[in-house]
C-alpha cells in the first residue's frame, strides 16, 4: 500500500484510508470480514433490557450492524479510521473516533463488547483486552476473533494470502499474532472466562465464491461463504466468554 507516494509499513492504519471504497462491497477485500461479522452476531443473544449497549472496537466501516438488526442493542464503534466511521454511521452505529487501547467511556458500560479481526492490528493487545474487559458490566458478554501466533497462520494469512488478488499487502504484521493460550490467560486476568475454538470459512462456500472471483461474477444475496467451527485454532480462532462479578 501506497500513501503520498511512500510505501507503507505492515499494519499501519493509513492502508484503512486507501482502501475505504472496499467496506461494503461483498465481494471486495474486505470480503471475509463480512463472513466473519456474521458469525461473530450470531454469538451475540437478543438483549433481555431496555438501552442495552453493544461496544464494537474496531467497528471499521459498521460491517456488524447488519447482524445485530432486531436483537436490541444501541451499537457504539470505536475505531481510529474516520473514514471508515463516516460509513459506521450511516449503517446506525454511534462512532467514537478513539484509540482501543484508551477508550473515552464508562467503567461497566457495555453488555457487549465485540472485537472483530482487531487484536491482530494492536501493538498491545493486551492493553485492548483490558480495555474489552474493563468496559463489560458484570455479566457482560464478550465476543471477538482474531489470528494466532502460529506458522500455519503466518503461513496462510500472510506468505499466501497476500499473493490473492481478493488481499491487500501489507494488511497485517503477523508479529502482532496473539496467541490463543495466552488471549485465554489475560481475559482471565480481567475477570471473563473466554472459550476459543477454531473457525474457518466452509469450503463448499469459499471455492464457489473463489470460482466466482476468477469468473467476474458477483456473489448473490444470502450465498456467501459461511464461517464454520473447526478443530484446529492454528489459524483463526472465535472467542466468547461472560465477565464474573
Known amino acids: 500500500m501506497r500513501d503520498a507516494g511512500l510505501v507503507l509499513p505492515r499494519n499501519d492504519p493509513r492502508q484503512y484510508d486507501d482502501l475505504a471504497g472496499e467496506w461494503w462491497r461483498p465481494d471486495g477485500v474486505f470480503a471475509m470480514l463480512h463472513w466473519l461479522a456474521r458469525a461473530r452476531a450470531a454469538l451475540v443473544p437478543p438483549t433481555t433490557r431496555p438501552g442495552a449497549l453493544l461496544v464494537d472496537l474496531g467497528c471499521g466501516a459498521g460491517l456488524l450492524a447488519a447482524h445485530l438488526a432486531g436483537k436490541g442493542y444501541r451499537h457504539v464503534g470505536v475505531d481510529l479510521t474516520r ?28 453488555d457487549v463488547v ?11 493487545w ?12 458484570p455479566g457482560g458478554l464478550l465476543v471477538l476473533d482474531t489470528l494466532n501466533d502460529t506458522v500455519a497462520a503466518r503461513l496462510i494469512a500472510v506468505t499466501i494470502a497476500e499473493r490473492l488478488p481478493t488481499v491487500p499487502r501489507g494488511i497485517h504484521d503477523p508479529r502482532w499474532f496473539v496467541n490463543d493460550r495466552e488471549l485465554v490467560t489475560e481475559c482471565a486476568r480481567h475477570g471473563v472466562d473466554l ?3 477454531g473457525v474457518r470459512p466452509g469450503i463448499p462456500g469459499l471455492l464457489r465464491w473463489m470460482l466466482r472471483q476468477v469468473t467476474g461474477t458477483a456473489t448473490p444475496p444470502g450465498q456467501a461463504p459461511r464461517i464454520v467451527p473447526t478443530r484446529s ?4 480462532y472465535q472467542g466468547h466468554g461472560v465477565r464474573d462479578g
Request: glycine share 6%; proline share 3%; net charge negative.
Open 126 to 137: 493486551r492493553a485492548a483486552v483490558a480495555e474489552a474487559c474493563r468496559l463489560l458490566r
Open 83 to 110: 473514514s471508515a466511521l463516516t460509513q459506521a454511521a450511516e449503517h446506525g452505529v454511534t462512532v467514537v473516533n478513539g484509540d482501543v487501547t484508551a477508550v473515552p467511556l464508562v467503567d461497566g458500560c457495555a
Open 233 to 236: 485454532r492454528a489459524v483463526l
Open 114 to 124: 465485540a472485537a472483530g479481526e482487531l487484536l491482530e492490528h494492536v501493538p498491545d
Open 195 to 197: 472459550r476459543v475454538r
